[in-house]
């Protein structure tokens, strides 16, 4: 007697009807599950960063901001290996070691508002965000 179950329709039906129900079934299931938000997806050391650097920040908090933002992204570096234990060193000599060009207004930047008490208006903060995210960018990646 010869094996004709593959040949028969009903057979190939069921087997139909059965993995529709499993499809079914894994969907509701992941239906129910608990819809993670935003923050658990954003992992990783560029999301650290960049979830400080789409904050919020008053005049008056500017200084301890830019400081947050430059610790943030050299224990990023440090983690990376790009520099050295970062600890006794200036953050212009941690950026310097980078050989980039676009270090300068970041660090000139920062240092008017931390060392020098000014406040930057709301573009002077958004052009040194958009800097900081492309050295960042390019650091990481």
Do not use: H
Not at 10 to 38: C, D, E, H, K
Not at 74 to 89: F, H, L, N, T
């Amino acid at each position: 007697m010869e094996l004709d179950i593959v040949y028969n329709p009903g057979f190939w039906l069921l087997l139909n009807i059965a993995v529709a129900a499993a499809i079914l079934t894994i969907r509701r299931r992941m239906r129910r599950a608990p819809q993670t938000s935003s923050e658990t997806l954003e992992v990783g050391p560029y999301w650290r960063l960049e979830r400080l650097l789409r904050s919020e920040v008053s005049p008056e908090r500017q200084r301890e901001y830019l400081k947050e933002c430059m610790r943030t992204l050299i224990s990023i570096m440090a983690e990376r290996g790009m520099v050295p234990d970062p600890r006794p060193m200036t953050v212009r000599e941690v950026f310097s070691r980078l050989g980039r060009e676009e270090v300068e207004a970041i660090i000139q930047r920062y240092e008017e508002v931390r060392f020098g008490g000014r406040i930057l208006s709301t573009e002077e903060l958004e052009d040194f965000r958009s800097k900081l995210r492309a050295l960042a960018r390019s650091v990481i990646f």
